[in-house]
């Protein structure tokens, strides 16, 4: 599992009493329309002129930051997946903290973490059963998706749940939100089919031999204990 963007929100989170403010901006195509696009980077009481350039703009909005931002602002820049760094500088001329999530390594010019895959059960099973709590998964028993199942011959893939993913509001399949939230690509296809049934079940417990014999799966299908 990568969520690298996860991560920098649970460090805001956690440690939001150093910051007097904290802004989570989503890198756009440049970082000249990252920080002119204002609802992608708000700043209180700015706004951009009709005959504003983009340049002029640009750097109107970093020269007030630069008045306004202490130590105790944080900006998380998320999605920095390029190593186009144009008026890269500029931005990181403000006197405040900054945040950068990316794909791309920049170990040479930023002091750099990277997150890995999460293969430990326990936290993996930690956050699943966070997650089917946040999409309601847990409200519904075994012995009612059960009879779900058998009445409706409902699938994986029918029932679609919401769930509330930066700032977006999603209307997808308990399924679609995993393969959003964790790395899946090097299931086989019998192991995606189980983990389609394991996303119906949710936080609510069950011995793998009944999960075994509702789902039909075999060892020769995919299904281990």
């Given amino acids: 599992m990568r969520t690298s963007s996860e991560c920098a929100k649970h460090y805001a989170m956690t440690f939001s009493g150093q910051y007097d403010a904290v802004i989570f901006v989503r890198y756009q195509n440049s970082i000249l329309e990252t920080v002119t696009n204002d609802s992608v980077f708000p700043v209180v009481n700015l706004k951009r002129a009709n005959y504003e350039s983009d340049e002029n703009y640009f750097y109107r909005k970093i020269n007030i930051l630069q008045r306004i931002c202490t130590s105790r602002h944080l900006i998380i820049l998320d999605n920095f997946d390029t190593d186009e760094c144009e008026n890269l500088d500029e931005l990181l001329s403000l006197n405040c903290k900054f945040l950068i999530t990316s794909r791309v390594d920049f170990e040479d010019i930023f002091p750099q973490y990277e997150v890995g895959i999460l293969d430990d059960f326990d936290s993996l099973r930690t956050i699943f059963s966070y997650y089917s709590k946040q999409m309601k998964l847990n409200s519904i028993s075994t012995e009612a998706m059960y009879k779900k199942l058998c009445k409706n011959c409902i699938y994986a893939d029918d029932s679609k749940i919401k769930n509330l993913k930066d ?48 789902c039909e799966l075999s060892e020769a299908g995919g299904f281990r204990q």
Avoid: P, W
């Avoid at 399924?175 to 964790?182: D, R, T, V």
């Fill in 167 to 214: 700032s977006s509001l999603r209307n997808k399949t308990a399924y679609s939100h995993i393969e959003i939230l964790f790395s899946i690509f090097d299931l086989s296809k019998e192991e995606k089919q189980v983990l389609k049934y394991v996303a119906l079940i949710g936080s609510n417990s069950m011995t793998s031999n009944y999960f075994k014999e509702l």
